[in-house]
């Protein structure tokens, strides 16, 4: 049994647009409807539903046979496996979907036992994400292929550098009718000039791609404190659908039609934190970091705004924007790590492998990036704080000069 929804703008006539929500459906006499919230039985063999609001008339349609959404997640690290915990307990509450959720895993032997059978018999992942339960339907696979298998929304959650290879394993692979989100932060820049995660995968795989981005730290998403966060979509229905995984009462999900600003926000907020670790770690001061945050996030929009049109201003208010960049900028891994960077001496290979527990560091490689797409199109001085965090953490700048050239 599965739940088909369609929504029109009710200015049409009544019979219009309600021919409009059913017609792609199924084929059906309508004999009586009308607009209340419980099902209405006509002569078709499905209930329906229909209902109003100020703008919108929406038909829902049980219909049997329709295949569910199958959901895989791609990736198991920290934050994975936060989000696993949400989708694993929202697809078995919601008939829409498959109660199964497949989870990629990287094999690695820990603890004397492979990770896909601790976290397959202990239901948690000891490494990335320890004394945090998953649900019980959430099933680590090794194999890649394996664990895309029918699946109808995949979702990524990989370090940005490992996106293309990937890819390149799922090509022609995938199901008929995948749709995928990306909750990677990062850019790519490997054919030259800026593009998008989600551009990569949509090229590679030929789908359709959303995105997800907020002021979520893993570890407290797990512990289930309340946040919030923001999908970026180009198609509605595709965002809804991804909506119904992830949104609960303590994970507050919005949906906004900017894919491009909600991703180049979590992309370089992390940048911004490297500049925000070392003004903590130089002992500057509250009033210090609020500048630096604040010239930050301009540079975000600047950038944002520059090479990518249809970038919306308000999408820098919602999570994905300046609540994710102040989050980052206190609580994050890159700026702990640009933090001891400056007290300790220590590189920042040194600091990863010390620190961060088998994860990835992205916001030096962000900077670096950026950088890059700056100097083909001589544009570094009009970003002189990306150029700044770039300089210190590449070519030896000291980092209290981070103050004195922007």
Known sequence: MSVITRSVNNRQPFFTFFSALASPITHWQIHRC????????????????????????????TMPGTPKEKVCLI???????????????????NHEYDNEVRMWVYEEIVQGQRLTELINTRHENVKYL??????????AVPDLLQSVEGATLLVFVIPHQFVKGVCEQLKGKIHHNARAISLIKGVDISKGGLHLISDLIKENLDIDVSVLMGANIASEVAMENFCESTIGCTDRLNGEAFWKIFHTPYFRVAIVDDVAGVELCGALKNVVAIGAGFIDGLKMGENSKAAIIRIGLMEMKKFAKTFYSGVKDETFFESCGVADVITTCFGGRNRRVAEARVRTGKSFETLEKEMLNGQKLQGTLTAKEVNEILRTKNMVEQFPFFTAVYRIC?????PKSLVEVI
């Open 394 to 398: 590449y070519e030896g700048l000291p």
């Open 75 to 93: 990736g198991s690290g920290n934050w994975g496996s936060a989000i696993a915990k949400i989708v694993g307990r929202n697809v078995l509450q």
């Open 34 to 61: 009308t607009l209340h919230s419980a099902p209405v039985y006509t002569r078709s063999r499905f209930p329906l539903k229909l209902t109003l609001s100020r703008s919108t008339y929406t038909l829902t349609v």
């Open 130 to 139: 320890p004394d945090v339960k998953l649900p019980e339907n959430i099933v």
